[in-house]
């Protein structure tokens, strides 16, 4: 019997080959290390992302094999800050399509990136269709963690902030951080910052305008805080991280309710 969650490291390679027979949904974390104002650690994506992700597998855990977070992601519009960690955008997305390629060289059918770090998504998403480019039988899907309808019911519920006061180190990623370590999380260094040049089109809040623009982080902020930090609170966490949780389940339970694509002769 599967202990719960099924950790893909913790495996022997005939347990990886009955994981990939019984065609579970590899899921793998996504985030980066980088500044998060003056109160969260530079580890707030990757924790987050990765806690999220070990209690989807938790709640699926005869649907899914978690694979370890991948820690590093791209994010050199943070660099006047100290402590991100950037890769560069190809070597970024390459990586992410070895790691496809190698589940889907093991048998693996459906898998799911889970990212947690807003630069990256689109090269999380192009990765995710060049696994399914390369291996045509194969399901290979990205997301962000809180972007479902659902969940954007869930902010709208439990936020005080305006516009923009969930951007960066704000009040939801403090929220969550909150309900996972409160210790780690230094309220007093707290502040709000809300500098992002903002317009009708162009705005930067969990979900953003249209129009995406993204200059040098230190242009518009001196704390690195992009939002309502101050308004943080575990409570507001506990819900948030139970919708993400919830999203990422429902996730994998439509990719193994989808049928496998087959490629086929163009009809005129």
């Not at 899921?27 to 994506?45: F, R, Y």
């Not at 899914?64 to 006047?80: F, K, N, Q, R």
């Not at 309220?187 to 040049?197: C, F, I, K, Q, R």
């Not at 308004?231 to 496998?260: C, P, S």
Request: include cysteine; charge should be negative.
């Amino acid at each position: 019997m599967w202990s719960s969650p099924l950790l893909y490291e913790r495996l022997t390679w005939p347990e990886v080959r009955r994981a990939a027979e019984e065609e579970r949904v590899a899921l793998v974390p996504v985030a980066t290390l980088e500044d998060h104002g003056p109160h969260l650690p530079i580890d707030t994506d990757l924790r987050i992302t990765a806690e999220i992700c070990r209690r989807a597998a938790t709640a699926a855990a005869e649907e899914t094999v978690l694979l370890p977070a991948i820690p590093h992601g791209y994010s050199p519009h943070h660099m006047d800050f100290p402590g991100p960690i950037t890769i560069e955008w190809d070597t970024f997305t390459r990586y992410l399509l070895d790691v496809g390629r190698s589940l889907a060289r093991h048998g693996f059918v459906r898998m799911l990136f889970v990212n947690g770090h807003g630069s990256n998504q689109n090269l999380v998403e192009t990765a995710a269709r060049l696994v399914m480019v390369e291996h045509p039988e194969t399901l290979a899907a990205a997301c962000f963690y809180l972007s479902s309808a659902e969940a954007a019911a869930t902010i709208a519920e439990v936020r005080e902030s305006e516009r923009g006061g969930m951007g960066h180190a704000c009040e939801l990623e403090t929220s969550i951080y909150l309900a996972l370590d409160p210790d780690a999380v230094d309220m007093a260094a707290a502040v709000d910052e809300l500098g992002y040049p903002a317009s009708e089109n162009a705005y930067m809040d969990w979900s953003d305008g249209p129009l995406k623009l993204m200059p040098w982080w230190s242009s518009f902020s001196r704390t690195g805080v992009q939002g309502r930090a101050t308004l943080g609170t575990a409570e507001k966490g506990e819900r948030l991280l139970e919708a993400a949780v919830a999203e990422i389940v429902g996730y994998v339970r439509d990719l193994l309710g989808r049928a496998l694509p087959q490629r086929r002769e163009p009809v005129a």
